[in-house]
């Protein structure tokens, strides 16, 4: 019976050969027999290969291309989702990659490939960054000029502890096939001395120039939101006042404006929630519940609905984590109310979410969720005191 192998004399290992093929197999099995080398060696005078590393005898050599197509692929990995560098390193992430290679290995039994050959290090990514986005940048620039219209979006917020004040601009276009793209162009410290409107067109008009943009009447748009400064900035333009900015100012209003004194009992409420969070944080006693307490944050979107949903799912919880002055004031709340507050504040979550969906426009949205939002504030006969006072409040807000 004819046979498709051969084995190897020195260590006994079969070895596939086929005429249409040759000896190519046997010969890399030679380089690579132990055995035979050793023979070799002793026969035979030293190699300068002796003398230093050779990475291409390596069983687990991987070519500087392929190592540089895993290298940019880390560092875009990095950049995406906003990871460190030392990410590389962390036996997690070691472990899952050496998971991959192994289903690899399963499919192709050959590689002898380890993670730590493919990995590079935490610097070498970080020498990538500046690299890669400049590249993204032309890209982006080459991109922008193909663009006849276009809308912006301009938002700024400073940092609570350090001061530091940050401005953050996007891009957006819907392409032909009526997708919605976004790009940040962005995201930086505001260093001019004030944020008056000129200063503000100003910084807005350099951004859009490093992108070979500019602002024209009829086919460029801005989005932001409804504060004076923005207003003044860009009168000239098509400016969109932000909705989800919009309602997030009523929400904030209705709880934190002492000056509103018809909603002095869920301000009550609020304060007192407020506090006990923020006692439960301070003496590092969140481990005592099953999730985390939020606390209540001017720039988040409808922060009051996230704390009070949080407060409410653990509410028996609570009570084991607190002294005896927040026992008091734990004692005071009304859980009717609270219940009752998140049921209705939920609405607003909704509406945000769908305002805020990056994959196609939601200008067309905001006339049926405005009026989605003012049926909600119509009173019912279980309703308590506070919830009716703030969905007449909210109900009846210049709209």
Excluded at 71 to 90: H, Q
Excluded at 168 to 177: A, E, L, M, P
Excluded at 183 to 193: K, P, W
Excluded at 232 to 261: M, P, W
Aim: with cysteine; charged share 25%.
């Amino acid at each position: 019976m004819k046979q498709d192998y051969v084995i190897c004399d020195s260590c006994k290992s079969l070895i596939s050969y086929k005429a249409q093929t040759g000896t190519g197999g046997m010969q890399k099995h030679i380089e690579c027999c132990r055995k035979i080398s050793n023979v070799l060696d002793e026969h035979n005078e030293s190699k300068i290969t002796k003398y230093f590393h050779s990475t291409k005898n390596k069983l687990n050599y991987v070519p500087l291309k392929l190592k540089n197509k895993i290298t940019n692929s880390l560092v875009e990995f990095i950049i995406l989702d906003g990871r460190p560098f030392e990410i590389v390193n962390g036996p997690g992430f070691i472990n899952l990659i050496e998971c991959v290679l192994g289903v690899g290995r399963t499919l192709l039994e050959s590689s002898t490939v380890s993670a730590s050959d493919l990995i590079a290090d935490p610097t070498t990514l970080s020498r990538h960054i500046d690299r890669i986005y400049d590249e993204r940048k032309c890209q982006l620039i080459s991109l922008f000029q193909t663009i006849k219209s276009f809308v912006i979006t301009v938002d700024f917020w400073k940092e609570y502890f350090t001061g530091v004040h940050y401005a953050g601009i996007s891009f957006h276009h819907v392409n032909t096939q009526f997708k919605l793209n976004t790009f940040i162009l962005c995201c930086r410290a505001y260093e001019l001395e004030n944020q008056t409107s000129p200063n503000i067109r100003r910084f807005v008009n350099s951004i859009l120039d490093e992108f070979g943009l500019s602002f024209d009447t009829s086919s460029s748009y801005v989005v932001s939101d409804n504060e004076n400064k923005m207003r003044c900035a860009f009168a000239d333009l098509k400016r969109v006042g932000c909705s989800d900015h919009y309602l997030n100012k009523i929400l904030e209003k209705t709880f934190t404006d002492e000056k509103q004194l018809e909603l002095k009992e869920t301000q009550k409420l609020f304060n007192l929630i407020k506090e006990i969070i923020e006692y439960v944080r301070r003496a590092h006693r969140q481990n005592k519940l099953s999730k985390k307490l939020q606390i209540f944050s001017k720039t988040r979107f409808n922060g009051a609905f996230i704390m009070f949903y949080v407060f409410n799912e653990i509410f028996e919880e609570i009570p084991q984590s607190l002294n005896a002055n927040h026992l008091l004031s734990y004692s005071l709340i009304n859980k009717q109310l609270l219940h009752q507050l998140c049921d209705f504040l939920i609405h607003f979550d909704i509406v945000i979410e769908k305002l805020s969906d990056e994959q196609r426009p939601t200008i067309h949205l905001v006339v049926p969720l405005r009026q989605y939002l003012i049926n909600c504030c119509v009173v019912h006969n279980d309703d308590e005191g506070g919830l009716i006072s703030i969905k007449k409040f909210i109900g009846n807000y210049p709209h």
